[in-house]
């Protein structure tokens, strides 16, 4: 997994490395020769320099400011600069360029040094400013008589336009090579960013540069004098510390110190500008914590914010360096994989994140578990905008977490944001108000006597402009808007109105209704069916209640509670699409469930695929052996039919029974049925309508 991540990380950096390494081979090359040429031409004359103790102290001044950054923020972010270029400037000025140049060299190899920098990169720092005091101080010389040997620290007016050219010479170069080596370095456009970084530190080094000639000024005067130059240093430094924390609280999380959303997005942006320029990838994980609501309702929010922090800490930790963790508000954190070259690079980091999470965290002295569903979108397979990068992984995360597949890439029919679902989410409560939902209902038959024993209520909305929607349609958006729970009670008000109309009509049908997660969560839904069979005077055992293996996965313990006290009222307990999540049957034994329906993807082709019906029939005589009933569905054809009845399978439903309608057209059906013969050669097939 971080391999694969690795290996991405490794072709970029391979691919710039050749250029970046001859760019700093020349920049040293170039340092050592000036440093050699200067030393050649100039340096003996410093033993006869006047005022020696004005050169000791700045070169001391110098090296201490390389030593001690000035915290500065640049294009929104934390930086530094440093304020030796004042006194490396003072010492050009005033004794020329090698005393200038070797105080650089000799404060910026110091610095990097204890910074633990790579070889080449000290070296590269301290030939950059040779070259660019040798330039300055070309300049210098060619505007003006400075350096003045027996007199240093003396100026006159005329030299101070001289020394205000060599700044901006001083400024250019300098900003120029750095640009070289990060535009190499990060594969970005030189020029524009030579450009940007000129202009963006152009007020801070020029107010340093300018404090230059003062300091050889008040030199000149008396070296009592100095230290009261230092007074406008501090000021920089401390307004350059206030700078940092007023920057730092308005992009970054308070609880954890992680980035928000505002700086988040500012990266994501970042990245996919720089992988359009590589025409590499990158991508954006979105990821919401499971069941930290009940941490927060449970033990209160000191213990929920204690839980964030950990969680911050080991994302931080699980995560690289050169990824960012950004806590964008409640339990919710953003991932941007900035080397993430495609989107199985992205899934396979997720799945790390995950196992990392599903580690137990302790809580002053409490063991708290809890995962997370992550969503992933990778640029440029699901977009080119940071905004629709995030929205997209926001939307995949959703789809992980009402799924509970734990982490989903985006996938297009995931998008409940098109125009027309927009405008099914607004009509979708009127909808319910005004009677456009109907129900249809798909026959369930006993497998052995082919007798319609029950029936699945299947909602569908008669939508006045697009015709009949299926719950695909819809359902989705209820569960996102809220309605669910509404929705729900309708369709369990209407099914159980329909089944006393069949009891009255003498056929005493079960009929099955589908919990989504949220509505078999539900507090009510305890208190509401109970209501309902008795308003419709309907017996508990004819309901029956669909849930989802992954809906119980999502929460077990609380699960097994519901189910519980859905199992006191006496209705039937189903599993739904058995098989596709991750329980087992030896999770069943601990659930008060009567019946699990085989999913469809193991029916279907089960005839032909061994694998398939060695599934089926294991699950059959497993769940027999806890005493559990099997309904089969996806039967559509006659082959399956008797398949599943050798096999030992109680009931079947699908296409080769019947497709789901509405319930007048199936009482007809019923009412013209043949009567089920009970023996095994000769009993009819089990279907009421042609396939």
Known sequence: ????????????????????????????????????????????????????????????????????PLKVVLRRAEGEITASNTFAFALLICYGVLPAALAFALATTLADTLLGKSLSRVAFNAAQYALTVAGAGFVLSLLTALPHTEAPTRLVPSDLLGIAAAALVFHALNSTFVAGAIALSERIGFWRYLAHDLFTQASTAGMLLGLSPVLVIASDFSLTVLPLLFLPLLAIHRGGRQAIAKEHQALHDALTGLPNRVLFRDRVQQAVRAAERRSGGCAVMIMDLNHFKEVNDTLGHHHGDVLLR?????????????DTVARLGGDEFGVLLPDAESAADALALAQVVQTALREPFVVDGLTLEIGASIGIASHPEHGGHVEVLIQRADIAMYSA????????????????????????????????????????????????????????ALVRWNHPRHGLLGPEEFVPIAEQTGLIVPLTHWV???????????????????????????????????????????????????????VTESTIMLDPARATTTLERLSEIGLTLSIDDFGTGYSSLANLKRLPVDMIKIDKSFVLEMTTEHSDAAIVRSTIELAHNLGLRVIAEGVEDRQSREELGRLGCDFAQGFYLSRPMAADKLTRKLASAPAPDDGVDERPPLRLVAG
């Open 492 to 546: 369990l008000d209407a099914a159980i109105g329909q089944c006393r109309v069949w009891k009255d009509q003498g056929f005493e049908l079960s009929v099955a209704v589908n919990l989504s997660a949220r509505s078999f969560l539900d507090a009510q839904l305890a208190v509401n069916i109970p209501r309902l069979l008795a308003e419709h005077g309907v017996g508990p055992t004819l309901l029956e209640l669909e």
């Open 1 to 68: 997994m971080v391999t694969a991540l690795g290996a991405g990380a490794r072709r970029v950096r391979a691919a710039v490395a050749e250029p970046l390494s001859r760019y700093v081979a020349v920049v040293v090359l170039g340092g050592i020769v000036t440093l050699a040429a200067t030393f050649a031409a100039s340096g003996f004359d410093l033993v006869t320099a006047g005022r020696p103790e004005v050169l000791f102290l700045l070169v001391a001044c110098a090296v201490a400011a390389e030593l001690t």
């Open 310 to 322: 950990e969680v911050a800490v080991r994302l931080t930790r699980t995560l690289r360096s050169a």
């Open 401 to 456: 977490k009402g799924g509970g597949r734990g982490c989903a890439l985006y996938e297009s029919d995931q998008d409940n944001y098109s125009p027309r679902r927009l405008a099914l989410a607004g009509e979708l409560r009127s909808a319910l108000e005004s009677g456009q939902l109907v129900l249809h209902y798909q026959p369930k038959a006993d497998v052995v006597t082919g007798r319609i024993v029950g029936v699945e």
